[in-house]
C-alpha cells in the first residue's frame, strides 16, 4: 500500500470509473427508482425520437392537479434511463397510452393501495425486440420486459414527481411495481390474442395495461378436468382479502400454456372460462360480514338478494384471461385489478415510424 | 461535471411554475359570515363537515352554509364547484384528506380557494402529511398550514365522527382567524 498521491485530485481517466461517477450523480440527483439508471444524454434522446414520428414536445399525459405535464422527450429521457433500447420506444409509449387508458389509473401512482401496471404485449414485436412470453414472464432475465415496464415508473416519479413517502403514499406497495411487462404467448393460446379482446387487429404489434394490486399463482397439475382447475382459479378468485367493500372484487389470470390447452382441449372459449368463473367465484354473505365487509350500505348486505351468495367479481366480462409462460407444468396466476373499473378492454397499437426500415422495426 | 445529462424532470412548461402563492386575510371573527364546506367522496368526510358547519353555526355564528361535494378524490374540484363557494361564501372548510391522493388534493383546493381571496382551512388525517406538504410545495405555499386529525376517518362510527369534528373545532377556528397562516417558508 501506498499514501494517496499528491497534489488535486483528477477526474478520474478510467471509463469505468466515470460510468460510476455518472450513476452516483444520478442518485445525487433523486432520478432513479433506487436502481441505478442509464444516463440520458441529448443524442441518446434523439435516437429515441427517431423511432416515433411523435413530436419531442407532444404532450403524452398531464397530472392538473400538480401542475405536470409529460412530453415525449421527456419520456424518452426516463427510458433511456430505465435501460431501454431505442427501438423498444415505440413500445414504451404504447404502453404508457395503454395505462392512460385506465381509468382506475388517474389516482394510482398516489395511492395508499399502490398499484402496477400489468403490461401486456401481443404481435411479431415480441420476437424482435426479445419481449419474454415463453417462461418466467413475470421476470426477472430479460431487458425488454424489464426496462419498458422500469420506464413508465421513471416517467411517473421523474415526470410528475410522485415520489414514494411523498406524493406516493403506497402502504406496503408490492413486488415488482414497475417490473411487470410480458408478452403472451400467442403460440401456445388456444384463443384469440388479448390485443384482439381489446381492439387490434391479429397480428399487430399492441400493448395493454391493467392496474393490479398483486399476483398470486394456482399450481394445479393433478387433474385433466377443466371444472376442476376451473374450481381451484374460482377459490382463489372469490377470497376474501381481496374484496376492499362496496362493489365488487377484482380479478383476472395469466394462464400458463397448459391450462390454456386443457381449456382448448374440451373446446372452452375464453368466455366460456370467463362465464364460469364469475358465476363459481361466490361467497356466502355471512362470510363477507363475519369479515366486516357487508356493511349496511354495502349490495353484500342488500335485503333483496338475502339468501343468494355474493358474486365476488362484477361481470364475467371483467375477468381478464391472457395467456402467457412455459408450457412445464400447469400453474397459473390470478392477478387483483386495482379499483373497480377492472380493465378499459382498449389495446393500443404500437405505432412504428414510416421512415424506418421494416428490416429494422417491422411493420 | 455532467452537464450533458437530460434532466429527466423536466417537461412541458405548465403550470408547475405557479410562483408562490397569495393566501387570503384572516378575520377577526367567523361570527355573521357564511361557511362553505367542500367535501371529497371519503367516507365520513361529509358526517364530520355537516358537524364542524352545525357546530360553527352554534358556536361561532357562521351563517348560510354552502355545502359541495366534488366527484373525484384525486383531482381539485371542479370549476363550477370552485365558483359556488367563490360567490357563495367568505370562509371554507375542506375535508377530508385520508389517503394517498385526497390529502393532496384537498390542500390544493384549499390554496386555490386561498388565491381567490377566501380564508380556507384543510383537514387531513395525521397520516398523510407528508403527501399534503409535497402538495403545498408545488402549489406555490410550502409550508401552507392545514388541519391534522387521528387517522383514521373512515372507520369511525356516527358518534366518532361527531367527537372528531367537535375535537377539530378550535383548530378550525384558529386557523381560519388568525393571520398565522403564511407560508412558514
Known sequence: ?363 | MFDSIIDPTIGAASGADRGPAALADRPETLSGLRLGLLANTKHNAEQFLDEVGRLLAEQHGVTAVVARKKPDITNTAPEPILDDLRGGCDIVVVGVGDCGSCSASAVADGIILEQSGIPAVVVCTEAFTASADAMAGLRGAPGYRYLTVPHPMANLTPDGVRDRARAAVPGIVGMLTRAAMAPVS
Open chain 1, 1 to 363: 500500500m501506498t499514501g494517496p498521491p499528491a497534489g488535486p485530485a483528477e477526474p478520474a481517466a478510467d471509463p469505468a470509473e466515470q460510468a460510476r461517477a455518472v450513476i452516483e450523480y444520478c442518485y445525487e440527483q433523486d432520478w432513479t427508482d433506487g436502481l441505478p439508471v442509464v444516463p440520458a444524454t441529448r443524442s441518446g434522446v434523439e435516437a429515441f425520437l427517431a423511432t416515433t414520428e411523435r413530436g419531442p414536445d407532444e404532450i403524452i399525459g398531464s397530472a392538473p392537479h400538480l401542475g405536470r405535464s409529460i412530453t415525449v422527450a421527456q419520456a424518452a429521457a426516463n427510458a433511456i434511463m430505465a435501460g431501454c433500447r431505442p427501438e423498444y420506444f415505440p413500445v414504451v409509449l404504447a404502453a404508457w397510452e395503454a395505462v392512460n387508458l385506465e381509468r382506475s389509473a388517474r389516482g394510482a401512482w398516489q395511492s395508499t393501495s399502490g398499484p402496477a401496471p400489468l403490461i401486456a404485449v401481443n404481435g411479431p414485436v415480441r420476437s424482435r425486440l426479445g419481449i419474454n412470453y415463453r417462461g418466467g414472464v413475470f421476470g426477472p432475465g430479460f431487458r425488454a420486459n424489464a426496462t419498458i415496464a422500469r420506464a413508465i415508473g421513471l416517467i411517473v416519479r421523474n415526470g410528475y414527481g410522485i415520489r414514494p413517502q411523498e406524493l406516493e403514499q403506497a402502504t406496503q406497495g408490492l413486488p415488482g411495481r414497475w417490473s411487470v411487462c410480458l408478452g403472451e404467448n400467442e403460440e401456445l393460446s388456444p384463443w384469440e390474442p388479448f390485443s384482439v379482446v381489446g381492439g387490434v387487429a391479429p397480428g399487430v404489434d399492441a400493448v395493454s395495461a391493467i392496474l393490479i394490486r398483486t399476483c398470486e399463482y394456482v399450481d394445479n397439475r393433478g387433474t385433466d378436468s377443466p371444472e376442476a382447475v376451473l374450481t381451484d382459479f374460482a377459490d382463489t378468485l372469490a377470497r376474501m382479502g381481496a374484496y376492499v367493500g362496496g362493489g365488487h372484487s377484482s380479478g383476472g389470470l395469466v394462464l400458463g400454456p397448459e391450462h390454456a390447452q386443457l381449456f382448448g382441449r374440451y373446446g372452452w372459449s375464453r368466455a366460456d372460462v370467463q362465464q364460469w368463473l364469475f358465476e363459481h367465484a361466490v361467497r356466502d354473505r355471512a362470510d363477507l360480514v363475519a369479515a366486516g365487509k357487508g356493511g349496511e350500505d354495502n349490495p353484500v348486505s342488500d335485503p333483496a338478494r338475502a339468501g343468494t351468495r355474493f358474486p365476488m367479481l362484477p361481470s364475467a366480462r371483467d375477468i381478464p384471461i391472457l395467456v402467457a409462460g412455459a408450457a412445464n407444468a400447469a400453474m397459473s396466476m390470478v392477478f387483483r385489478p386495482f379499483g373497480w373499473a377492472p380493465w378499459s378492454g382498449r389495446s393500443v397499437p404500437v405505432a412504428w415510424p414510416r421512415a424506418l426500415s421494416q428490416a429494422r422495426y417491422g411493420n
